[in-house]
């Protein structure tokens, strides 16, 4: 199916005042790079455009609840209900609100449910490329100032961290979370352009490290 120019720009719009909600690192202008990334993957893997591109629009409208209840709620889980109400008030079909719904509920890097359908493999991938690279380690910087924690913890024993706290650095994150991404991509496309963004993501840390122990 096709989307008119109209009713996009109203579903944009609904999307935009939820994203108003959320924390700087998952706000629009994320959402607008994972749409940019989607709709590249899916020419390149053949994916359905429209699916893609309404599920990379709502993928991360559940963030703000998420992070009201510090992690309690999944926002895949919420968001991907909450991308069926807003689909079913726009009258878009069964079939095609369901594939959209499925593809926000698997895109978590640490859900339980794995993408299936290429359009929920593509959708997780473009939602993980955005972690990686320059732009992820803006955003785990960003992240990292939204709950408080400190610049750099090289010295401390991160698997012993907890999340939302002082000890969650942009650090915490890539050795954590975000090193272990390109490994877990399931497009071709995907971890052609995610092993490009993890070498550099690493020889940033490098650098980092010397310059905190005041070697550069």
Known sequence: MRIDPETWKRLYERARLLYEENGT??????VERVMALAERLAREEGADPEVVRVAALLHDIGRAEEARTRGRVCHAAYGAELARKILEEFRFPPDFIERVVRAIRRHRFRGSERP???EEKVLFDADKLDSLGAVGIGRAFLFAGEVGARLHNPEVDLEKTEPYSREDTAWREFKLKLSRIKDRLLTPSGRRLAEERHRFMEEFFERLHRE???EL
Do not use: A, I, N, Y
């Open 25 to 30: 690192s998952h706000r629009l202008d994320h």
């Open 212 to 214: 905190v122990r005041g």
């Open 116 to 118: 299936e359908t290429l």
